[in-house]
Every structure is written in C-alpha cells, then in structure tokens.
C-alpha cells in the first residue's frame, strides 16, 4: 500500500508540473518584436504552447514508467517465490551436478515451501542445458545448476556456442569448489601417477580416458601435454554413464569429481592414483598431488547457480542471500566436505568476477597445450 501511495503522490507531482507548463505556456501569446516569426505567422504561440504541452506529457509518462517499473520489480522480490522453481541440470542424473542440484531443491522447498523441480537436460559439455536456460522467462522461477565447464571453457573449446555465458545469464552463487580425483579400473597395473605416464608411453594411444565435458577433457589434456603422453578421449554425456565405463574396464582412466568418485574408491571399485589440487586433500592426505609428479599441475571443479540475465535484482538477491545461507547450514557443509568439496557461498559480485576471471585464464591454458577447438 505505501508503494502505491508514493505512486499516486508522483502523479500527483508530476500532474501539478504539467499544468505549470500549460498555464505559462498559454500566457505567452503575444511575440516580442514586430520581426519575430510570432509576428508574420501569430498560430506560431500556440503550436509552440501544444507542443510544450505534449513535451511535459512525454515527461509525465516516463516518470511514471520508471516509478511502476521500480514497484513491479520490488513487488516481484517481496512475493517471490509464490508457485514451482525448477532447477535445470545440464547433465544426465547421478553426477555431481545432479547432486547439488537435488540437494538445494529440498533445502529451498523447506525454507520457502515451493516445490523444486530438477529437470536433468544431458548433454555433451552440458550445452543443451544451457541454452534452455539462456531463454527461458527471466522471473526467478528457472535456475540453473552451473559447473565450470559450459560457463569458462566452454568458449575456448567449442567454436560455436548457442549461449554467451556472459550476455546471457547472471551469476548468483557459487557453492562448492574442489580438487579432481584421477582415478583407474583396478586392472590397470598403475598404482601412482608416475607409473600412470610410464604405462603410457610404453603403450601410446592404447589408453582410453573418459570425459563428460570441457573441463576433466582439458584437464586430461593438459596431463597428457605436461607428461608427454597419448591417451584417447571417450566422451559421455554424464558422469553416470563415464563411471559404468569405467567400471566395466570400457576406459581404462577418469578424472573426476570426488562427490562421485569418492564413494567409488572406498568401496575399492575404482583406484584413485592423484588429486589435482596443488596439494594434498584432506580428505585423502595419502593420495599424492599429480603436481608432485608435475609441477604446477592444477584443475579445480566447482558449481553455482546462475539465472536468466533481466532478471530482477531484488529476486537475484534475495536467491543469492537463501543459497548462501543453505551452503553455510551445517549439515550442507559436513556433507560436502566429508565428500571432498570446499563451501564457498560467494556474492553474484564475487561469482561474475570469478567467471570473467577463468574465460581468460582457460582461453591461454587451451592455446597452451595446442587443443583444437571443436
């Protein structure tokens, strides 16, 4: 009510303006000068009166445009959310995508009592989701489950993509960042990362890796660009289907992340030999860092959620402030830590910042090792 009142007090305002303008605009109807235009064409005043008229008319209306769009926005983040929320993932379900994806979905529908849809969208690189998203109604209602891949490498791997991933969304969260697992089929006889390259050479193109988008593609990559190796990209459309190759012995080496990995190797299906950070994991304090082996080897995965950009900022900040809260709830953070993830809950101001960062970061690292665009 207090919004509509100031509304109607702008109309007001405005509407007194505009009758100032009329009334002094009607007393001028006499030129200064028997020269003037005035004088040799006296309808002169009175066109210049109307159109004086219609200008502050033009005003009045843009006024209140501004003002309705001002309370239609705040209105909109004060009722927000009043029906269904999906959240769309990229990604077949069982990755990590579809993890966290899953898990804030019920953690939002207890807070805010709407039910949360995951809609799982796989696809390579996770573009068919992505471009789902990029044009859908920016009202808060879709979100979507980012990882780093489709919004940073994307753009330097694939020569044409149907989204810009700074054009076409707004950043609101990240939520977890982590270390890489590399991990292999117990049958491969390599026990540590440098038996892993010495396999390789001595059977260059006889080992398969499997990759599920850009990111454990470039990081393979790049591990065979610093080793000097040859093994062969098998690409999923999910993390689902590259862990049942892996299992089956289809591919013989997977980087992964550890919220799918982790649960693997403990139950002795699957054989971690590295982690990808620049140290150690506390999680696996016994598992060396591939960059032990190869100095300054590194690959970070991490999620956050973004939205349509348009979409109105007080819905972006009042999602941003509930997503944060849910990645630093107890609970949320003992379980992903327990699986090898770092909370982080940043602002859209430090998540947009973080994803310009990597898009040139990774366009230098796939000129780098020589990687051909596809």
């Known amino acids: 009510m207090q919004k509509l009142c100031a509304v109607r007090d702008m109309f007001r305002t405005c509407s007194q303006r505009v009758g100032a303008v009329n009334r002094n605009c009607a007393g001028i109807d006499r030129p200064i000068g028997s020269s003037?235009?005035?004088?040799?064409?006296?309808?002169?005043?009175?066109?210049w009166g109307d159109s004086m008229?219609?200008?502050?008319?033009?005003?009045?209306?843009?006024?209140?445009?501004?003002?309705?769009?001002?309370?239609?926005?705040?209105?909109?983040?004060?009722?927000?959310?009043?029906?269904?929320?999906?959240?769309?993932?990229?990604?077949?379900?069982?990755?990590?995508?579809?993890?966290?994806s899953r898990l804030l979905g019920q953690k939002l529908t207890e807070s805010w009592g709407q039910p949360v849809?995951?809609?799982?969208?796989?696809?390579?690189?996770?573009?068919?989701?992505?471009?789902?998203a990029s044009k859908a109604q920016p009202d808060g209602y879709t979100l979507l489950m980012?990882?780093?891949?489709?919004?940073?490498?994307?753009?330097?791997?694939?020569?044409?993509?149907?989204?810009?991933?700074?054009?076409d969304f707004q950043p609101v969260t990240q939520i977890s960042s982590a270390a890489y697992m590399m991990v292999v089929h117990p049958s491969v006889p390599a026990k540590s990362v440098p038996e892993f390259i010495a396999l390789a050479k001595a059977k260059p193109g006889q080992l398969n890796y499997a990759s599920t988008g850009a990111n454990n593609l470039l990081a393979m990559e790049q591990f065979n660009y610093m080793a000097g190796v040859k093994t062969v990209n098998i690409a999923y459309k999910g993390t689902g289907q590259a862990v049942q190759a892996l299992l089956s012995g289809e591919v013989q080496a997977f980087i992964i992340s550890p919220l799918v990995g982790l649960p693997q190797v403990k139950a002795g299906k699957l054989r971690v030999i590295g982690v990808t950070g620049l140290k150690r994991s506390p999680t696996l304090p016994d598992v060396p860092a591939v960059a032990e082996t190869l100095p300054g080897f590194e690959s970070i995965v991490w999620h956050g959620v973004v939205v349509p950009s348009k979409t109105p900022q007080p819905i972006v900040a009042k999602l941003s402030q509930e997503l944060m809260r849910?990645?630093?709830?107890?609970?949320?953070?003992?379980?992903?830590?327990?699986?090898?993830?770092?909370v982080v809950g940043s602002t859209p101001e430090e998540f947009s910042a973080l994803i310009k960062s990597e898009i040139g970061v990774f366009a230098k690292l796939v000129k780098q090792i020589g990687f051909q665009p596809q």
């Open 36 to 47: 003037s235009t005035a004088a040799l064409n006296p309808s002169f005043t009175d066109t």
């Open 146 to 167: 980012a990882p780093q891949a489709p919004l940073t490498i994307n753009p330097s791997v694939y020569i044409k993509l149907p989204y810009d991933p700074l054009r």
């Open 326 to 342: 849910i990645a630093r709830l107890p609970d949320v953070r003992e379980r992903l830590n327990s699986q090898g993830l770092d």
């Open 117 to 132: 849809i995951v809609e799982n969208r796989g696809s390579a690189g996770g573009i068919v989701g992505f471009e789902i």
């Open 53 to 100: 008229k219609h200008a502050a008319c033009l005003f009045l209306i843009l006024v209140l445009s501004c003002v309705v769009s001002t309370v239609g926005a705040a209105d909109a983040g004060s009722n927000y959310p009043n029906r269904p929320i999906r959240i769309i993932d990229s990604f077949v379900p069982g990755g990590p995508s579809d993890i966290l």
